[in-house]
């Protein structure tokens, strides 16, 4: 079965840079754009950015850019999301998700990992 | 502030039908038929419900259904039942330079 792993929990402080990792299992990894979502304290859904693993091109949302970087390992069905300069601002729960069409960024995300949670604190 | 605009919450009886929302503009909901919608519990992770405006994935109840007029789109559940309590976004790609939105969310109380 579809299976999307993300590492543990991680504290940062303020200006520090931290990195997030999804190892997908289950299905074609290089098949599927891999999507990063993340979710503040009591809030909503906030798109950050998406990674086809086949080709390694990105997309991200303009509130991120020029500091989110997405990649990939497909050695290890891995997908990364590394994102810098955090604030306090940043703290939430991070997903990555799987889109539910092969080689379709758009209609919408079937598989989702389990969240990390990135806290930023001083 | 969100892209798309859902209401806040909405409540139903045990049985009933209701719609939530979800409205966007002609960069978003009303360019494309790429309109999703999830559900989420407490503590978990978001769960596919609609795809590609009305699409339901595989083990999706069809108590859960999509459509779309123009710029607004909506999720109907049917037959509410008490597990469906919860949070459910909206999203939809759009043309702008920020190529995926979701809504702010609606909190569905099962009364």
């Known amino acids: 079965q579809v299976q999307l792993v993300q590492s543990g929990a991680e504290v940062k402080k303020p200006g520090a840079s931290v990195k997030v990792s999804c190892k997908a299992s289950?299905?074609?990894?290089?098949?599927?754009?891999m999507h990063w979502v993340r979710q503040a304290p009591g809030q909503g859904l906030q798109w950050m950015g998406w990674i086809h693993p086949d080709s390694g091109d990105t997309k991200d949302a303009l509130k991120f850019r020029g500091r989110v970087t997405m990649t990939r390992d497909t050695s290890i069905s891995t997908a990364y999301m590394e994102l810098s300069r955090l604030t306090s601002e940043d703290t939430a729960v991070y997903y990555c998700?799987?889109?539910?069409?092969?080689?379709?960024?758009?209609?919408?995300?079937?598989?989702w990992g389990q969240g990390t949670l990135v806290t930023v604190s001083s | 502030q969100s892209a798309l605009t859902q209401p806040a919450s909405v409540s139903g009886s045990p049985g009933q039908s209701i719609t939530i929302s979800c409205t966007g503009t002609n960069s978003d909901v009303g360019a494309y038929n790429y309109v999703s919608w999830y559900q989420q519990h407490p503590g978990k992770a978001p769960k596919l419900m609609i795809y590609d405006v009305s699409n339901r994935p595989s083990g999706v109840s069809n108590r859960f259904s999509g459509s779309k007029s123009g710029n607004t789109a909506s999720l109907t559940i049917s037959g509410l039942q008490a597990e469906d309590e919860a949070d459910y976004y909206c999203s939809s790609y759009t043309t702008t330079t920020t190529p995926w939105v979701f809504g702010g969310g609606t909190k569905l109380t099962v009364l």
């Open positions: 998700a799987k889109n539910v069409l092969p080689d379709s960024a758009a209609p919408g995300l079937d598989s």
């Open positions: 289950g299905f074609t990894f290089t098949g599927y754009y």
